[in-house]
Each structure stands twice: as structure tokens, then as C-alpha cells.
């Protein structure tokens, strides 16, 4: 038996959120019937101390430092099949 894996429909961002996409997104989404879920992963060291309700309409923030793949790894983990 096989087994189904659950869709993320995750769109994820690097360093910056362009003004504009996450409403597009929504736009989109809602033409497929479908949802998705904006990420941004932004530097920790140019992080401002910012957090998920600083972006309107973000889903997701992840704030990891740049120069440790392993680190960056480890924070998508969670959003993997």
C-alpha cells in the first residue's frame, strides 16, 4: 500500500519579501483551490530583530545564519516530506 504524502504548498523567500507577492500568492491560490503557505528565511545576522507579524501575510520566518549549512538545513527540517 502506498502511502500519500501531505502537500506543503510552501513558497518560500530568501532574504526578502518583494512588495506585493504574498497577495499574489493568495490571488493565486485561490484560482487552484489551493493553499499555500509563504516562507521567508533571512539571515541572522541581518535579521533587525524582526518577526513573522512584522511581513503582512507571512506564514513563515525563519531566521538562521547564513554561513552554517548545516544550521539552514536543520531549521527546513520541519517543512520537508
Known amino acids: 500500500m502506498s502511502q500519500k504524502k501531505s502537500e506543503k504548498n510552501i ?3 530568501v532574504m ?3 512588495g506585493g507577492a504574498v497577495e ?3 490571488k ?3 484560482t487552484e483551490k489551493k493553499k499555500f503557505r509563504v516562507m521567508l ?3 541572522a545576522k541581518h535579521n533587525h530583530d524582526r518577526e513573522v507579524t ?5 506564514d513563515i520566518l525563519i531566521v ?3 554561513s552554517k549549512p548545516h544550521k539552514i538545513a536543520e531549521a ?3 517543512y520537508q516530506n
Open 11 to 13: 513558497i518560500a523567500y
Open 16 to 18: 526578502e519579501l518583494t
Open 24 to 26: 499574489s500568492i493568495r
Open 28 to 30: 493565486y491560490g485561490r
Open 41 to 43: 528565511i533571512i539571515d
Open 54 to 58: 512584522d511581513y503582512d501575510g507571512l
Open 64 to 66: 538562521v545564519d547564513f
Open 76 to 78: 527546513l527540517l520541519p
